[in-house]
């Protein structure tokens, strides 16, 4: 893993676990905080599933498909070892799913604690991990999307 990278991921799963352990040391389960009116709060809820609730109760499961798809995408950024931009975001993305890998070997569910919404309309709730994946996930969809340059010879 080159530094970069691992620069990136380290401070991703500080950011992730020191903001998750906040939650926990505040907050009872289903606890909520309004912190902009009804546009935001922060609640602490425990994840069983991934993004939106789906596979609830596969813990395990996601979990060992994590490990695989970490150790891909670390494989994979060997590839790009002068491409700052696709570090940082292979970076965010394996930092986020380290930091909820965590969450679910240690606590078999990953803590979300950030919700938005409008009274009994509300967004699933995420958290720092959730955030960086998505971020990291974007940079590489906007970065391969940009036309080539002359002699550039990225695949």
Same mark, same amino acid.
């Given at each position: 893993?080159?530094? !970069?990278?691992?620069?990136?991921?380290?401070?991703?799963?500080?950011? *992730? /676990? %020191?903001?998750? @352990?906040?939650? +926990?040391?505040?907050?009872?389960? !289903? $606890?909520?905080? /309004? &912190?902009?009116?009804?546009?935001?709060?922060?609640?602490?809820? /425990?994840?069983?599933?991934?993004?939106?609730?789906?596979? $609830?109760?596969?813990?395990?499961?996601?979990?060992?498909?994590?490990?695989? %798809? &970490?150790?891909?995408?670390?494989?994979?950024? +060997?590839?790009?070892?002068?491409?700052?931009?696709?570090?940082? =975001?292979?970076?965010?993305?394996?930092?986020?799913?380290?930091?909820?890998?965590?969450?679910?070997?240690?606590?078999?569910?990953?803590? *979300?604690?950030?919700?938005?919404?409008?009274?009994? !309309? +509300? @967004?699933?709730?995420?958290?720092?991990? *959730?955030?960086?994946?998505?971020?990291?996930?974007?940079?590489?969809?906007? !970065? =391969? %999307?940009?036309?080539? $340059?002359?002699? *550039?010879?990225?695949?």
């Amino acid at each position: 893993m080159s530094p !970069y990278l691992g620069i990136v991921v380290a401070v991703v799963l500080v950011l *992730d /676990q %020191a903001t998750k @352990w906040l939650i +926990r040391a505040n907050f009872h389960p !289903y $606890e909520t905080r /309004q &912190i902009l009116g009804d546009v935001f709060h922060l609640t602490f809820y /425990q994840n069983t599933g991934m993004a939106f609730g789906l596979l $609830e109760g596969y813990s395990g499961v996601i979990a060992v498909f994590s490990v695989f %798809a &970490i150790g891909f995408l670390i494989y994979f950024s +060997r590839r790009f070892r002068k491409e700052k931009i696709i570090l940082a =975001s292979l970076g965010l993305v394996i930092g986020g799913a380290l930091g909820n890998l965590v969450d679910r070997i240690v606590l078999t569910g990953v803590v *979300d604690f950030l919700d938005f919404g409008f009274g009994k !309309y +509300r @967004w699933p709730a995420f958290n720092v991990a *959730d955030i960086c994946i998505s971020v990291g996930i974007g940079l590489l969809v906007l !970065y =391969s %999307a940009r036309p080539p $340059e002359p002699g *550039d010879d990225r695949p």
